[in-house]
């Protein structure tokens, strides 16, 4: 038996395409149940993990922030570095920055496609933000990687050629921290400590979301 047609009996009421059952269709009213259970426990999932970060984090938080102010108080940009799902919540932190007033340098590594595609294909995909961060970061600027799994080699090699070149560094992880949590390069790090890669990057956004809050207010406070 394949694993796809071990699945959850919630998995085959909503993907029962991709498991072979003799079984007939489920009626509206228990789909809709299984809808508001299922919704019901994510949200009393994301409620707790977003508690437990601000239990064990919020002093590391306002730290960053306030390294991240004094960066961008000095005229320091911000680089942030992701892959697929990770990589859109560099542009949204990139957006958030950019919607402050006065607003802030900023650049997501994912946003120029040539740039990225070339690296990867002359020297791979391990490099493509290693060489963006050579071409543009200076010491005083600030670097910002997110990984789900805290194992994405290039945001590993980009946040440590940061840190060798002088800019603040900060990792976004998620299950235990992974090598971004033991790495020596990476100033702060912070952690969506979940199993459950749709609830640890939503404990990653929500602690983008208050770095960005943090920011804003000590920047407005000078």
Do not use: W
């Amino acid at each position: 038996m394949t694993h796809r047609e071990a699945g959850s009996e919630f998995d085959q009421l909503f993907y029962p395409g991709l498991f072979a059952s003799s079984k007939a269709p489920a009626n509206v009213d228990d789909v809709l149940h299984h809808v508001t259970v299922s919704t019901q426990k994510k949200c009393q999932e994301t409620i707790a993990l977003r508690r437990q970060i601000y239990q064990s984090a919020h002093a590391q938080l306002v730290a960053a922030a306030k390294a991240m102010a004094a960066c961008f108080a000095q005229g320091g940009m911000l680089l942030a570095m992701g892959n697929g799902g990770s990589s859109t919540d560099c542009q949204d932190l990139v957006a958030d920055f950019m919607d402050l007033n006065p607003s802030v340098p900023v650049l997501a590594l994912t946003h120029d496609v040539a740039a990225v595609t070339a690296i990867a294909n002359d020297v791979g995909f391990d490099n493509v933000f290693v060489r963006q961060v050579i071409a543009l970061g200076k010491a005083g600027d600030i670097a910002i990687g997110f990984s789900t799994s805290g194992n994405s080699e290039n945001v590993i090699l980009g946040l440590n050629q940061a840190k060798r070149q002088g800019l603040l560094t900060i990792g976004i992880s998620g299950y235990d921290g992974g090598k971004l949590a033991k790495n020596a390069d990476i100033d702060y790090c912070f952690i969506a400590h979940n199993e459950h890669t749709p609830r640890i990057q939503e404990g990653q956004a929500t602690i983008a979301h208050v770095l960005v809050r943090l920011v804003e207010a000590l920047l407005t406070s000078r």
